[in-house]
């Protein structure tokens, strides 16, 4: 891989999961199972609905978070492309 200084997100969307993410950050821990999907607060737009934020784990990185302002804590781009 050439010295860039962009980060390759199709390779990491294939090689990290959506759990392994949330479990590095600690917020794991927070989200609530319900059947086989997980949902929480939003941990890009720092909401306080604990039903803001779903993923089903083992259904790939797919994620929605239904947060009415999209103002992420930190610069990121992971809110732009989800699937």
């Not at 050439?2 to 821990?29: A, I, R, W």
């Not at 089903?56 to 930190?74: A, D, H």
Request: a positive charge; one cysteine or more.
């Amino acid at each position: 891989m050439p010295n860039s200084q962009y980060v390759d997100f199709k390779s990491v969307k294939t090689s990290v999961t959506m759990e392994q993410v949330l479990h590095h950050y600690g917020l794991l821990e927070q989200m609530k199972r319900s059947g086989d999907s997980l949902s929480g607060c939003c941990p890009i737009h720092g909401g306080t609905n604990s039903t803001q934020f779903r993923f089903r784990p083992g259904f790939g990185n797919r994620w929605s978070s239904s947060t009415s302002t999209v103002r992420p804590k930190q610069p990121s781009r992971a809110y732009i492309r989800r699937g």
